[in-house]
C-alpha cells in the first residue's frame, strides 16, 4: 500500500476525487494548510507521493504572483527537511512561469483544477512508478523528472 499525503485546503475536492485512490489500497493522509503539514512531518517522510496545493491559506495575494504558500511550503519542506519524495502540485494558476523552479523542487507533475479522480488516479499512479509515462491529453504541463 502506498501512502499518499495531500496538502490541500478545499476538503470538498478531496472528498470528490481521493475514492479510486482509495480503492487500489493506497492510504491517503490529509492535511489542510502549510502550518499543519509542518506539524506533521512524519506523515510527509512516509509519503510515497505528496500531493501540494499550491494556494493554501496565507497564499500571496497577487494571483500573478510567483511566490505562493504552496510554493513557500515545499521549499521549506525540500531545503529543510530532504523529504525527497516525488511531488504533484495541484493549482488554478498558469504554473508554466513555475514550472522549472518547481521541477527543481521535486515536482514530478503539475494538474490543473478541477481534476477528474480518474485522471488523478492515473497521474499518481505514473508517479508511483505502477504505470508507465504518456502524454496528458487535456493539455497540462509535465515538469521533467
Not at 490541500?8 to 478531496?14: F, G, H, R, V
Not at 504552496?70 to 525527497?84: A, D, M, T
Amino acid at each position: 500500500m502506498s501512502v499518499i499525503v495531500w496538502i490541500e485546503d478545499e476538503t470538498a475536492l478531496i472528498d470528490a476525487v481521493v475514492r479510486p485512490l482509495e480503492l487500489k489500497g493506497h492510504e491517503v493522509v490529509r492535511i489542510c494548510d502549510a502550518r499543519e503539514a509542518l506539524e506533521n512531518l512524519e506523515a510527509i517522510r512516509r509519503a510515497d507521493v505528496l500531493l501540494l496545493d499550491m494556494i493554501l491559506p496565507g497564499a500571496a495575494a497577487e494571483e500573478d504572483s510567483t511566490d505562493h504558500e504552496g510554493l513557500r511550503l515545499l521549499r521549506e519542506l525540500q531545503s529543510e527537511f530532504s523529504v525527497g519524495t516525488p511531488v504533484i502540485v495541484f493549482s488554478v494558476l498558469d504554473t508554466r512561469v513555475m514550472a522549472e523552479t518547481l521541477a527543481n523542487l521535486g515536482v514530478v507533475d503539475i494538474i490543473s483544477k478541477p481534476v477528474l479522480p480518474s485522471e488523478l488516479c492515473r497521474r499518481v499512479e505514473h508517479a508511483l512508478g505502477v504505470l508507465p509515462s504518456e502524454q496528458h491529453e487535456n493539455g497540462s504541463i509535465r515538469a521533467p523528472q
